[in-house]
Structure formats: structure tokens, C-alpha cells
DNA sequence: ATAGTAAACGCAACTGTGTTGCAAATCCAT
DNA sequence: ATGGATTTGCAACACAGTTGCGTTTACTAT
């Protein structure tokens, strides 16, 4: 997938890409670690530096929940522009929630100009009822 | 107001409240400290104290934006549970958007409870584009 | 295959937000 | 006014994420 795109390859890429591929949630930088740390071993920076690129490449896509921490997840539908995320108030586990529309006029102020939209619906997960 | 709820009265509560009342943005704990600076020096641990008091108080509520920092805003429609906010690229700036109706099916997985909804747009502001 | 170069990595040190423990100050009911 | 609970300020801490820099790695040109 990456060399399609004629990006550099490293270990560290293809072995975080993958595992964000694999994984239908949004991650914490620490559940990679985990998840990765008999594979391979990442310095948190490293893994910081490799989210970042991911993320500027398209690959994935970065959101923040309410305990302020990135999560991370592979980009499925391309260039859109809307995401929809769900939080568990409970285990913080967050979701992405793929097929949402939205109406898109939300009354903004005049001169403004919408770019992304963001949904995110907070309550219980069904683990968590 | 908050005597009106039977609540305790202190001067930063006062305030912090006032300054978030007259204000229409959510803004930042550095906003507020430097908003208030003439008027009360809080420190910072009261600063936050207060606000997350404010908050469980129902008075304002709290968002977390991109730059990962709390926002508050003081609440106009009490015990709403949609929010919606716009976030500037350029300049950070968040902007409550007060009216806006959401379609209420957003495909939710089987067993999920939704018990708020947020919906954040971002774009560019006036001053920006 | 090999050498050279640009990019990526690991380490250490740093920044900034937000939190905790505790003693001193403040609020408010009596 | 006074006593007891609540708030405040200070110092120290926790943790996510960032920066600088010297070393290693990936790719390119030979």
C-alpha cells in the first residue's frame, strides 16, 4: 500500500499501518505499543513521528477524545471529509461510526466556511450498558 | 444564579461565571486568567477547580479541541444534550453553534446507547478565510 | 554490489495541560 | 462573632506529545 504510493518503506510503517488496518477501533498510542511490542519495539517518539506521517499522508486519521489523548485509525473511504466517532462514557473505547449523513447546513455564522465535519455520539457501548 | 441553586458563593466562582456569561466563544483557561487578571488573580489549580465545579454544576460545559485544551462556555440552554461547535484551522478559535437539529439515526452498532451528541465543524472563521 | 545522500530512528531533555496532597484562608449557618 | 466544612494557593507530580541531535536505515546513482 505504501509503495504504491512511492512513499518510503520502513518497519515501523508497514508494522503500525497494519496493526491500525487489522483493528476497527480508534487507538491510543499505548494500545499500539502493546499490540506491537513482541513484533517490534518503537520508541514512543518514533511511533509519534510514524502516526504523524500516516496521518499526513491519508493513511489514517487522528481524533481526540474527551481524556485528551490521540487516537488513531486507518483511513477506509478516502478523502471524506466526514467522520463519525462513538465514545463510551464508560471504557473511553472509541468507535468509528462509517455510514452517517448529515444535513449540512448547521446555521454557521455568515462568512465562514465549513471544511470537515466531525459527529461524535457519546454514551454506553454495549459492553458497558 | 448560583446562590439562586443553593450553591456556595466564592469570588472566583462569581467570576469566572460572569466572564463566561459575557462571552460567546468557548474559551480556554489562559482566556479566562488573562480576561480576569485586573479584576482577580486566580491560581491555576483554582482556576480549574472552579471550572470543573462549574461544570458538574451544569452552569458551563467543556469541549476539548484539536489543540488538546479544555474550552468552556457557559451553558444557554440548560440540560441540552447536543452541542454543536465550530473550530477554526487557522486560528483555533471554537465557536458554539446554538442552533442546530441533527438527524437522529446515525447507525449505531447493536446495543449502543447514545446519550449525547456533538457535532464539530471545521473550516475557517471570518477573520481567516 | 557499493557508496553516497536524504530520510527515519532512538535517546535525552523539554513543554504544557491538567491533577493531587496538604496547610492556610474563606464561606456561611448558627 | 464563632465553629466546621469548603475553597484556595502552593509545591510537587503525572502524562501526552515535541524538539534537537547524533546514529542508523532506506533508497538511488554509479
Sequence with gaps: MIRHRGERITSGRIHILAMLLSERRAVTHHEIEKRLKDKHRFDRVTLYRVLDWLNE????????????????????????QQHAH??????TKVVCLDDFETAHDFGLPEGYRSREVELTVKGLCAECV
Design 57 to 80: 499522508k491519508g493513511f489514517v486519521h487522528r481524533l481526540v477524545s474527551a481524556d485528551r489523548v490521540w487516537r488513531f485509525r486507518a483511513n477506509i473511504h478516502e478523502h471524506s
Design 86 to 91: 462513538f465514545e463510551c462514557l464508560r471504557c
